[in-house]
C-alpha cells in the first residue's frame, strides 16, 4: 500500500474543502486573531510583520511546527527542510503554520546526558503550545530524548498532535560491510582494549558509521522511540523507518502537514489516541522489534502526562511471550535501512495483529484504527522481518526484575543478552560510580574473573545525575583477552539502544537515594533469575538494613544550585518514567488569560 493511501484520514482526500466547513472545534487561535478589538489587531498587525496577508487570520487552523533543529543534535541537523515540507502541507491543506523552536536534547554531544534535560524539554514545548495561538502541534523529533520530550509536552496540552520523526541514518559502510551507528563503537572500542584492532583501525571507522543525515541505523533508543511514536497511534505509518535522506521522508512531512490540520477541525486531541490501549501495543511492538530499554522510561513518563497508568508490571504482563521478529542490530544482524525496504513497523503491526495481540481497535492520527492502517501490509524480507515461527528470540520483550535488590524494579533486555548468563550467581565487583569505574576498570591487578558480577552505584537519575547511559560497562582488558565477551553487569544507570549484553539497568530505588544498591560490597554473592524475575542480594534483611541505616549520615547530594538542583530535588525514580513530580498530570490547553 502506497504512503499516501495509508497517511490520509479521509478516503476522499478533501482537505481543503475540509476547511470551508465549520469546524467541530472552537479554535483555540480564534481568541487571539478572532476579535474585532484592540487585542485581536495587536495580535494580528504583530503578525503581519511577517508578510502574512490578512486572509490567513480567517479563521483557519493554527499549525504549530514543533522544531528540535539544532547543529548541535547531529540527528536533528536536516529538520529546516522537514519543517518546510510540512508547512507545504499545511498550506495545501488551508492550515496557517508557525514554526517555533524548543530545546533541544542531544544526546551524542550534551554532556552529562540529554536525559537531564529531557524533562525541561517537555516544559518548554508545554509552555510553549500552551501559551500561543496554536491549534494543533507538528511535533519535529528525531534524537533518543526528543521523542519523548515532545510528546510529554504535547501530551500535558491534549492538543491535536502529530509526529515526525527524521529517520534514521543510511546504512554505515566500513571496509565493505554495514556497521550500525553506536553498535560498531561498543564493538570496536572492545576489540581495541583487547589488542584485537589497532588504535588507527578503530580511529578509521568515524567516518563510516555516520555517513548521511539522520539518527542512529540500528535499533537503538531513537529509531526504539519513533516505532513506539508509529505504534502508538500518534504518527502516519511508515514513519519510524522511512531513512532520513530518502524522498519518501518529505512525503510523509507533507502529508503529516495535510493531516494535522483535518485533526484540528475534528478535535482529534492526544488523549483520544493515547489510550491504555494504545501503550498495551506499544510494549508489544517494542518486544518484536528487540526495542531500547530506554522505552520503559519514556513510554511511563508520557502516559503520567496524559493520564493513563502504566507500570513495570504492564510491561512483564504484555510484553513477556512476544517473539522479537525484527533481526536488526545491537540484537541481530540488519539495519534501519533494510527494515523500511522490508515492509517498515506496518509489517511488524500485522504480524502482531495475525498473532492476537494487536489491540486493533486503538485509533491513530490519520482517524483510522491502527488494524485498518496495517492489515494488508506486506513484507518483502523474511530475514529481516521474521514470522513469529521463525524468531530472532522467542519470548522478547523488557524483562522486569524485581528482589531484595532492585524491591521497586530493574530491567534487562533478554534479546541483547547472553542465554547462558540469564540465570547467573556471582561475586559483585563494586564501582561506587562511573568515574571509580573508569579509574580502575584498566588494572590488570582487578579482582576479577569472568564470573563475577560487576556493579556500578550512583549512576541514577540523581546519582548522576540525570541517569547516564553508562551501565553497559566495559568489560576489563583481562577479560577481554580471554575470549569473554559478556558479563552479568548491574547498575542504577541507563544504557545506548545500540548498546548490548546481559545489563541489568534502572535499579530502583537508586543508590543516591538509599537504595538497597546502595549497600552492596565487594565480595557479595548476587543472584541473577530472568526467566523467574529475580535480582537478590544474599545478605539476610538485618545486614541490608545495617548498612543502609550507617549510610544516612552521609551527605549523598551536594547542592549545586541552578538546573541541577531543581532537577535532583523533583526528578522521580525510573519506575516512575524519571518525570518531574510537579509536571505528572495533563493540564490542558486552557487558553491564559490576556496581557494587553
Known sequence: MSLYAVSRGSQKHM??????????????????????????????????NQGFPEHQFEGKPVIGICNTWSELTPCNAHFREIAERVKRGVYEAGGL???????????SNLRPTAMLTRNLASMDVEESIRGNPIDAVVLLTGCDKTTPALLMGAASCDVPAIVVTGGPMLNGKHKGKDVGSGTLVWQMHE?????????????????????SAGTC?????????????ESLGTSLPHNAAIPAVDSRRYVLAHMSGMRIVEMALEGLSLSKILTPEAFRNAIRTNAAIGGSTNAVIHLKAIAQRIGVDLSLDDWQKYGKGVPTIVNLQPSGKYLMEDFYYAGGLPAVLRELGELGVLEKEALTVNGKTIWENVKDAECYNRDVIREPENPLVDSGG???????????????????????????????????????????????????????????????????????????????????????????RISDARMSGTAFGTVVLHVAPEAMDLGPLAAVEDGDMIELDAENGVLHLDIDDAELASRLDRLKDTEMIASTGGYVELYRKHVLQADEGCDFDFLVGCRGAKVPAHSH
Request: glycine share 8%.
Open 15 to 48: 482537505c481543503s474543502d475540509k476547511t470551508k466547513n465549520s469546524p467541530k472545534v472552537e479554535l483555540r487561535s480564534a481568541q487571539w486573531f478572532g476579535t474585532r478589538d484592540k487585542n485581536g489587531f495587536m495580535y494580528r498587525s504583530w503578525m503581519k
Open 97 to 107: 503554520p508557525v514554526e517555533f523552536p524548543v530545546f533541544s536534547t542531544g544526546e
Open 191 to 211: 576489540d581495541y582494549k583487547a589488542g584485537k584492532v589497532s588504535l588507527d583501525e578503530f580511529l578509521s571507522a568515524e567516518a563510516s558509521m555516520s555517513r
Open 217 to 229: 541505523n540500528t535499533m537503538g533508543t531513537a529509531s526504539t522511540m519513533a516505532s513506539m511514536a
Open 398 to 488: 523488557i524483562c522486569i526484575l524485581r528482589g531484595n535488590l532492585a524491591p521497586r524494579g530493574a530491567v534487562l533486555k533478554p534479546s541483547a543478552a547472553t542465554p547462558e548468563l540469564m540465570k547467573h550467581r556471582g561475586r559483585a565487583v563494586v564501582f561506587d560510580n562511573f568515574d571509580d569505574y573508569k579509574t580502575r576498570i584498566m588494572d590488570p591487578d582487578l579482582d576479577i574473573d569472568e564470573n563475577c558480577v560487576m556493579v556500578m552505584k550512583n549512576c541514577g537519575p540523581k546519582g548522576y545525575p540525570g541517569m547516564a547511559e553508562v551501565g553497559n560497562m566495559g568489560l576489563p582488558p583481562k577479560i577481554l583477552q580471554k575470549g569473554v565477551t559478556d558479563m552479568v
